[in-house]
């Protein structure tokens, strides 16, 4: 993937860019930034099929977002549940297992051969974000030390590096946000320090574990603490291999433009992401 | 014909049916009447327009849907009284009523208002209906406004009593229809019945004009039909069964919730040509499949697709003298065996029927 910043505007930050996802030989898209990728359930837009798509504006609507948490599925309930279909009278508690279990494996969506694969989307640059303002909403209070909870529609899950690691290569996105401890600004000083030293050792966790070549856009976080801020963009400027940043609270973003143009992040971020309170996304 | 109940068929848009092959869809006058109200369709220009389809559209006479879907709807000599959705105040359709609103939506080809009994229903009831649907379609014909530019098609009903069938396709083939349709079948009798009916009703009906047998939609049923002479069908089986997770197959069908679907990296029909079929596998619809609108979308395209390929198949096979041997259309729920019942029971069917034409 490559981002070229191509225009300023004369007295702002604002700035006009070109995205170019060139992961796969045949995939030469290039698309102009800022750019709104289109949020979608499961890799689809909520109504709009593949043959539908093309009607969209090209290739403004080439990028897509998911969240991979959309494809969860349990697996420790599976033979729970089965036993419950089968004997049991209770059939809506046996439908509450059922609903759990309607997912995709990693490893069946690795033997599709990925995302692109799986939803005949192979002209289109996909971009995986953990959460979702509407049906991924991650819960602070279950965080912990070793990964971040989601409230999902199969259920609370807590995702840890690893597991996110092991989604993120089995579905090869282009661009994928890394893992964040999210808090909301009314936290204390210390948890919302905290959720700066998870978040970053995260990032190195998902640094690590990296096997796809999709692009990694480090997820900022800081709550409304400019200095918190600034001290994640900076340790997320440090590492060499991100290519972006991801933002995820827009209630902070003018807090975190500051914090990513100020001389002190030592290295110039290429592209940043910001996914705001309700749902959609944008690039500046 | 799919069913478009509410001027849309149900997760697909027209570009998309126009793509899978759909000559003709079937809009309910009940809904459509409802809301938007037909009224506004007619000052929209009519209900092709207002849904943008190019191609042809036929609506029912809104009496079925009263029947089936209101509890105190009531029918008289004058029409059907029912309490009004809307307001639980009482309103009467009537025959003059059915062809107006029908007139006002613009439809290619209208159905009569018609009484229709449910064919478990035995005794005199049956009677006074088929009467009843005669005095109707009287009505209905004096009723119409756009004769030239819209088929009013009558409706044959008479229960399962092959004698007040024989009275009925009497009386509507006198009043030279564009086209007749084999009503007060879709419900509750056995196979055997209905074939016999079916067999008798297009056996007495004329050769030149459309035969339609109304609310038939297995693939299975569709097919016997067409061999029994029968030319149009609708069903909401398509669209509604995929809503609930099940693909329609040369098999038989296929429920994608089930767990076996969770690795399965096929397609849902390996055999079919369909966009859902080029571009996913079974487990990514296992996924999708009532928990997402996607599902829902995916799988009524297929389906649609699958029941326009059934139909083009019978029309080759019968062009080509291969009906009904063709194997392709004809490997309904997996196996010859059915088909040589099938067989065994044409012939029972047509002859039992006491019609001087049919008499072998």
């Known amino acids: ?284 | 014909m799919p069913v478009g109940t509410q001027g849309t068929i149900k997760g697909l848009t027209t570009s998309q049916l126009e793509e899978i092959g759909c000559q003709i869809i079937l809009g309910n006058t009940y809904h459509l009447a409802l809301r938007p109200t037909s009224e506004l369709i007619d000052q929209l220009g009519g209900l092709h327009k207002f849904m943008n389809w190019p191609r042809a559209l036929l609506t029912d006479s809104g009496g079925f849907q009263m029947v089936s879907l209101l509890h105190l709807a009531d029918i008289t000599e004058k029409g059907v009284t029912f309490q009004s959705p809307v307001d639980g105040k009482p309103m009467l359709l009537t025959p003059e009523e059915s062809i107006q609103i029908q007139n006002r939506i613009g439809a290619d080809i209208i159905m009569a208002l018609d009484d229709v009994v449910k064919t478990t229903i035995t005794g005199p009831r049956i009677e006074e209906a088929m009467y009843r649907t005669l005095r109707w379609i009287d009505r209905c014909i004096a009723a119409h406004k756009r004769p030239n530019e819209q088929n009013l098609f009558g409706i044959v009903q008479g229960g399962l009593d092959p004698v007040l069938r024989d009275i009925c396709v009497k009386g509507l083939v006198d009043r030279n229809l564009p086209g007749y349709a084999i009503g007060g079948l879709a419900g509750g009798e056995d196979k055997d019945s209905f074939w016999r009916v079916v067999a008798q009703c297009t056996a007495a009906l004329p050769e030149d004009k459309p035969r339609y047998v109304m609310g038939v939609g297995y693939p299975l049923d569709i097919v016997v039909c067409s061999a029994l002479g029968a030319d149009m069908y609708d069903c909401v089986y398509p669209t509604r069964t995929a809503r609930f997770g099940t693909a329609l197959i040369p098999e038989g069908v296929l429920k994608l919730k089930h767990q076996a679907m969770a690795d399965d990296t096929r397609p849902v029909d390996p055999s079919c040509e369909c966009m859902v079929c080029k571009n996913y596998t079974r487990a990514y619809i296992h996924c999708l499949v009532t928990k997402d609108a996607m599902g829902s979308q995916l799988l009524s395209y297929h389906n649609l697709y699958y029941m326009m390929k059934l139909s083009r198949d019978l029309h080759s096979s019968i062009i080509q003298g291969r009906f009904p041997d063709s194997p392709k259309a004809m490997f309904l729920n997996g196996s010859a065996t059915r088909w040589r019942l099938l067989e065994s029971i044409f012939l029972p069917a047509v002859l039992h029927s006491r019609h001087p034409k049919i008499g072998l």
């Open chain 1, 1 to 284: 993937m490559k981002f070229a910043v191509k225009a300023w505007s004369k007295n702002g930050r604002a700035r006009v860019g070109s995205l170019h996802l060139g992961s796969c030989p045949h995939l030469s898209i290039e698309i102009e930034t800022p750019a709104l990728l289109l949020t979608t359930r499961k890799g689809l837009p909520v109504f709009i099929s593949p043959d539908l798509l093309p009607s969209l504006p090209s290739p403004d609507s080439h990028l897509l977002q998911f969240s991979p948490l959309h494809f969860i599925t349990v697996h420790g309930l599976s033979e729970y549940a089965e036993f419950f279909m089968l004997y049991s009278s209770e059939s809506s508690f046996a439908m509450g297992f059922a609903r759990s279990m309607e997912g995709l494996s990693t490893k069946t969506i690795s033997n599709i051969g990925g995302l692109h694969q799986m939803l005949g989307l192979q002209e289109y640059g996909l971009a995986a974000v953990p959460r979702d303002s509407i049906v991924c909403l991650p819960e602070h209070e279950s965080s912990n030390k070793m990964g971040t909870s989601f409230e999902t529609p199969s259920g609370r899950h807590l995702i840890k590096p690893v597991e996110y690691m092991e989604m993120i290569s089995s579905m090869k996105p282009n661009l994928y946000a890394t893992l964040a401890d999210e808090v909301p600004a009314w936290v204390s000083e210390k948890r919302n320090k905290a959720s700066v030293d998870r978040t970053v050792r995260w990032l190195d966790d998902c640094l690590k574990l990296s096997t796809t070549g999709g692009a990694v856009f480090g997820s900022i976080v800081g709550g409304s603490s400019v200095e918190e801020s600034q001290r994640c963009a900076q340790e997320v400027a440090r590492r060499n291999d991100t290519f972006g940043v991801a933002w995820n609270r827009f209630t902070t973003f003018f807090n975190h433009a500051q914090s990513i143009s100020s001389p002190n992040t030592g290295r110039a971020i290429k592209s940043q992401y910001c996914c705001d309170e309700f749902g959609s996304s944008t690039s500046t």
